[in-house]
């Protein structure tokens, strides 16, 4: 193998991996938030660290994904975070909306995943 294709193979195994334990996190907050008796805090700073992490990894292995429908997703994911952070009594139905939206994201096909939606010099 190439040092590119083996650069690759490692980029995506830890991709797998931030995204099993993304999920893993993710599910934990959604059963803090349906009354589980389980500690939302780590799940929350897990969701955020490997989210992060895989947008990072996006963005460094491909600059232009902010322009994509893919990036622009995740700074809606992002905004509406935020909005939970600072209204307790939406976080419910902001979480699912976060949910499915990853949902569709994850499962659409790639012409839609990658759609160009901002051109360069348009912004």
């Known amino acids: 193998m190439s040092s590119s ?3 690759f193979h490692w980029l995506r195994w830890l991709n797998v991996a931030l ?11 959604g059963a803090a938030l349906l009354g589980a008796p389980v500690a939302s ?3 929350v700073v897990g969701a955020a ?3 992060f992490t895989m947008f990072a990894l996006d963005l460094w292995q491909k600059p232009g994904h ?3 429908t893919s990036g622009v ?6 905004a509406l975070l935020l909005w939970m952070v600072f209204d307790a009594g939406s976080r419910a139905i902001l979480f699912w909306l976060i949910v499915a939206g990853s949902a569709i994201f994850a499962h659409a096909p790639a012409s839609f995943r990658h ?3 901002l051109h360069k010099g348009s912004i």
């Open 19 to 29: 995204r099993g334990l993304h999920l893993v996190s993710v599910i934990v907050m």
């Open 115 to 117: 759609a160009v939606l």
């Open 5 to 7: 294709q083996t650069d």
């Open 49 to 51: 660290i490997t989210g």
């Open 66 to 68: 902010l322009r994509e």
């Open 41 to 43: 805090t780590p799940a």
């Open 73 to 78: 997703a995740v700074l809606v994911k992002l």
